[in-house]
């Protein structure tokens, strides 16, 4: 079974600080992660992907399969950063990938 | 104009009637999922359509049902309603190369 943990249902920062959302996985396989963001009123939509190892918006996150952990970082938070964030894995089960998400964890930034 | 599309954006229902939610893509994309988001749940998974001929239960198919009518079209019915089936309900395909998942917009369903 896949499974994603995200501890946080709600993480508080002030402008300008640093930011860690958690994400943590289980999976027999090698998985693939990603990070998908939702802005107030808008739809679901990939920040960022393991494999791709890039950097979006300032945001990063680095597999680390000994910890499992998926964990996205921000130096310097933005009030534009607000917003609901998902931690997702996709696993291989049958003819294909089956994406899983984790509880997600809202976001807020304060001035 | 949007790749993944769900009708209705919002309908109210009454308990045990029937109801169709469609989702339709044009990705041309084999893989299709249907999502419900409830606060502090996330998003769980319902049923997933890894092409035409293919339909899997995902968590919480109980109460469920879809039908894969066509590689673009993947509907979710609701047999019974019942009020805790009120959520926002999300379709999603996802593309087989980058397994990278695109959303539509959410259908808000109330059961009453």
């Known amino acids: 079974a896949q499974r994603v943990t995200q501890p946080e249902k709600l993480l508080s920062v002030f402008k300008g600080a640093p930011v860690e959302l958690k994400c943590n996985y289980s999976y027999s396989g090698s998985p693939e992660l990603f990070w998908y963001v939702q802005y107030s009123r808008q739809r679901l939509q990939l920040l960022l992907r393991h494999i791709s190892r890039e950097s979006i918006k300032g945001f990063t996150a680095d597999l680390n399969k000994g910890e499992t952990s998926f964990h996205l970082k921000k130096p310097f938070a933005q009030e534009e950063d607000s917003a609901m964030y998902y931690c997702?894995?996709?696993?291989?089960?049958?003819?294909?990938?089956?994406?899983?998400f984790g509880t997600g964890t809202q976001l807020k930034v304060e001035l | 104009d949007a790749d993944v599309t769900q009708t209705p954006r919002n309908r109210i229902t009454k308990t045990g009637k029937r109801i169709m939610l469609e989702c339709s893509q044009t990705?041309?994309?084999?893989?299709m999922y249907w999502y419900r988001q409830d606060p502090g749940l996330g998003l769980q998974l319902i049923y997933y359509?890894?092409?035409?001929?293919?339909?899997n239960k995902g968590e919480i198919s109980d109460g469920y049902s879809v039908s894969r009518q066509a590689q673009a079209k993947f509907s979710l019915s609701l047999e019974s309603a019942i009020p805790n089936q009120t959520a926002l309900y999300f379709c999603?395909?996802?593309?087989?190369?980058?397994?990278?998942?695109?959303f539509g917009q959410g259908i808000r369903l109330t059961v009453v």
């Open positions: 997702a894995l996709s696993g291989v089960t049958g003819g294909g990938n089956k994406l899983t």
């Open positions: 999603a395909t996802s593309d087989p190369d980058s397994s990278e998942a695109f």
């Open positions: 359509s890894f092409d035409v001929k293919d339909i």
């Open positions: 990705k041309g994309h084999d893989r």
